[in-house]
Nanobody
Framework: QVQLVESGGGLVQAGGSLRLSCAAS????????MGWFRQAPGKEREFAAA????????YYADSVKGRFTISRDSSKNTVYLQMNSLKPEDTAVYYC????????????????WGQGTQVTVSS
C-alpha cells in the first residue's frame, strides 16, 4: 500500500513562491506516475500537474502552465511542485496522488492520495 505525505503549504502573498513536497512510501516509487491536484473552497478537485515514472515527461493544467513546475527525486522517493507567481485563485488544498499506470489528469484514475496541504495566497 502506497502512502503519500505532503508538506510545504502555507500563507504567501500574491506574486510569491512556495514549494510543495510529497514523500512516498510502501511502494516502488519508480513505477508510479505522480500528480498534484487541488481543491478550492466550494469547488471540485482539479488536476494541476503530473510527472511520468521516469520524470522525463511533465503535464500541466492550462491555469498553472508557465508558473508551476513538477519534478521528482527517485533517491528520496519524493515529488515536488514548485509554484511561482502565485495568485489568489491558486488558494486551495493541494493533494498529491499516485497511480501505477500511464499519465492521466482524471482524479478517478489515481489509486493513492495524500491528506492534502493548504496553500493560501493573499492579495
Amino acid at each position: 500500500q502506497v502512502q503519500l505525505v505532503e508538506s510545504g503549504g502555507g500563507l504567501v502573498q500574491a506574486g510569491g513562491s512556495l514549494r510543495l513536497s510529497c514523500a512516498a512510501s510502501g511502494g516502488t516509487f519508480g513505477s508510479l506516475v505522480m500528480g498534484w491536484f487541488r481543491q478550492a473552497p466550494g469547488k471540485e478537485r482539479e488536476f494541476a500537474a503530473a510527472v511520468s515514472r521516469t520524470g522525463g515527461n511533465t503535464y500541466y493544467a492550462d491555469s498553472v502552465k508557465g508558473r508551476f513546475t513538477i519534478s521528482r527525486d527517485s533517491s528520496k522517493n519524493t515529488v515536488y511542485l514548485q509554484m511561482n507567481s502565485l495568485k489568489p485563485e491558486d488558494t486551495a488544498v493541494y493533494y498529491c496522488a499516485a497511480r501505477s499506470a500511464w499519465y492521466s489528469k482524471e482524479l478517478d484514475d489515481y489509486d493513492y492520495w495524500g491528506q492534502g496541504t493548504q496553500v493560501t495566497v493573499s492579495s
